[in-house]
């Protein structure tokens, strides 16, 4: 099929995928606690539903979604409910946060999985409902909740194109690849639900041309499924075009507007995790509790690919990888490029998790002294969404966010391709992060501060109403009392007048 090409990106970023992609996906144990930060989505909080002492089983909610953009959670194994307390989280801050640790009675029993009707008799609602409650989050990294995603698609807009995003584009992360190497039916399957629900025309699964075998996995998959709406692509390796609007514009030739999502061009795209997330959920009977992630780098044993429970602590997995290696220096949760540093190895695993990478000393991107900027423009040939990231960096570090916002920092994938080409060293992309935080802030703070007016405009428009009305009727009161003297001596007169008539002789003297 015909591809294009985005701006910038990096064609030749060393890939490090064969030390993790040559064992087949190994099921890691049960862990003896299991811990649920009750964030692990964008989007609000889950809310529990289980308190301390609750025996729970394997698939049993433990936690609902809290308002529209937000997830239940449910319990990967059974066991008892030991804490609801705050605890570390994978997340770049280093925070605890809320979270519900169980501790596992190695019986693992679990809730029997719904029975699902054919889900061609399923309307789009049903299945936006039923993918709602299975838990369903992006597996690709995002963690946005599927379900909204699916769901505003199918109402508003018309969308013609799914596109299975396959190309994990980021060194050393190869959790897609070994799971359409071993499980590409089951992928195809969950294309099948998601077609049926958006009523798109076709599905294309995207995956890079580094990896050959998984390709022919995918297209024998696709023959046996024998629907024509389905193709299989292979896409040049070029770091980052598992990037959602760079793979778009790869496959398509469209370019998502700035500030826009796919499906105001009539495409959604989600990542094959998620869509065999799916295809357990719909088909299966089975809500979301345990993902494929990449155990790799050189502070590991045996790097390889597990199926891990959500909630399993990261030293579970180092363990079934045949433990660290002399060289571990640090953890990161993602790749190099996006990922970012853990504090210890007893933070859990989440929906979000797609690669724990045990760094070395020589692997981990060590910082470098930053040097002054040259102007050389080499970060902007590299930018695959065409920015100005020089320009960026200057607004960013000087504070101007407004001008930054015009230029458009928010479109920024944080992908660090700005960041390996600078020869000045500088730090771009944290720059960035941070002029994005303090402007999504900046944002929430005018969004409060207009709601509170609009509030207080509102109250003093129903005061002034209310002083209005109480005005109108005090003076309809004076002028009912005014009248009533006139109005009693008319009816008198009325009266006296009528009297007289009847008998003449009366009041005469
Ligand atoms: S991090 Fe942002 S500015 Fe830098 S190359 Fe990527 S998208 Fe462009
Ligand atoms: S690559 Fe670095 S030195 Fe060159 S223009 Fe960009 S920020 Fe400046």
């Not at 992360?173 to 799971?179: V, Y």
């Not at 061009?265 to 357990?280: D, H, K, L, R």
Request: net charge neutral; hydrophobic share 40%.
């Amino acid at each position: 099929m015909k591809l294009w090409r985005f701006n910038g990106g990096l064609p030749s970023l060393a890939e490090h995928k064969n030390e993790s992609t040559h064992l087949p996906i190994e099921t890691a144990p049960v862990p003896s606690q299991l811990v649920y930060p009750l964030r692990q989505h964008i989007g609000n909080a889950a809310t529990a539903l289980v308190k301390v002492g609750d025996y729970v089983l394997r698939g049993q909610k433990i936690a609902d979604a809290q308002g529209l953009i937000s997830a239940p959670i449910h319990a990967a194994s059974s066991g008892t409910v030991s804490h609801i307390a705050d605890h570390l989280i994978p997340h770049p801050s280093g925070f605890s946060a809320p979270s519900i640790s169980i501790t596992t009675d190695g019986l693992d029993k679990e809730l029997p999985p719904s029975g699902q009707p054919d889900f061609r008799q399923l309307s789009a609602a049903d299945l936006v409902s039923l993918i709602r409650e299975a838990g369903i989050v992006g597996l690709g990294g995002a963690a946005f909740p599927t379900a909204i995603k699916l769901d505003n698609q199918s109402k508003s807009r018309r969308i013609d194109t799914l596109i299975l995003n396959g190309a994990e584009c980021e060194p050393y992360i190869s959790c897609d690849d070994r799971l359409l190497k071993e499980r590409a039916d089951k992928v195809i399957e969950g294309v099948n639900v998601l077609l049926h629900l958006l009523g798109a025309k076709r599905a294309i699964l995207a995956i890079e041309d580094n990896v050959p075998s998984t390709f022919k996995a995918i297209q024998t998959a696709v023959n046996q499924n024998n629907n024509p709406a389905i193709s299989a692509a292979q896409i040049p390796t070029i770091y980052p075009t598992g990037g959602e609007k760079q793979l778009i514009q790869t496959l398509t030739g469209k370019e998502v507007p700035s500030g826009g999502i796919p499906a105001d061009i009539g495409i959604v795209s989600i990542n094959v995790g998620t869509v065999y997330a799916v295809q357990q959920a719909v088909i299966e009977g089975k809500p979301l509790t345990s993902r494929i992630i990449t155990v790799t780098g050189e502070g590991v044993t045996t790097p390889r690919n597990l199926e891990v429970r959500i909630g399993t602590p990261i030293s579970t997995l180092i363990d079934v990888c045949n433990g660290y290696t002399q060289d571990a220096d640090r953890l990161i949760m993602g790749g190099p490029m996006m990922g970012f540093a853990l504090m210890n190895d007893q933070i859990p695993v989440v929906k979000a998790s797609n690669c724990i990478l045990v760094a070395s000393k020589h692997e981990a991107v060590t910082e470098k002294q930053a040097m002054p900027c040259i102007r050389c423009g080499l970060c902007a040939s590299a930018c695959p969404v065409s920015l100005l990231p020089q320009q960026l960096y200057w607004f960013s570090r000087s504070e101007q966010l407004e001008k930054a916002e015009k230029i458009n920092l928010l479109d920024c994938i944080e992908c660090g391709c700005c960041d390996v080409v600078c020869p000045s060293h500088i730090p771009l992309v944290q720059h960035f992060r941070y002029a994005k935080s303090a402007l999504k802030v900046q944002h929430h703070e005018k969004h409060l501060s207009n709601v509170a007016r609009e509030r207080f405009e509102a109250r003093e428009a129903r005061l002034a109403q209310e002083k209005a009305d109480r005005a109108e009727k005090s003076r309809a009161k004076k002028a009912a009392l005014k009248e009533k003297p006139a109005k009693e001596t008319i009816d008198a007169a009325i009266s006296r007048a009528k009297a007289k008539k009847q008998n003449p002789s009366e009041g005469e003297g």
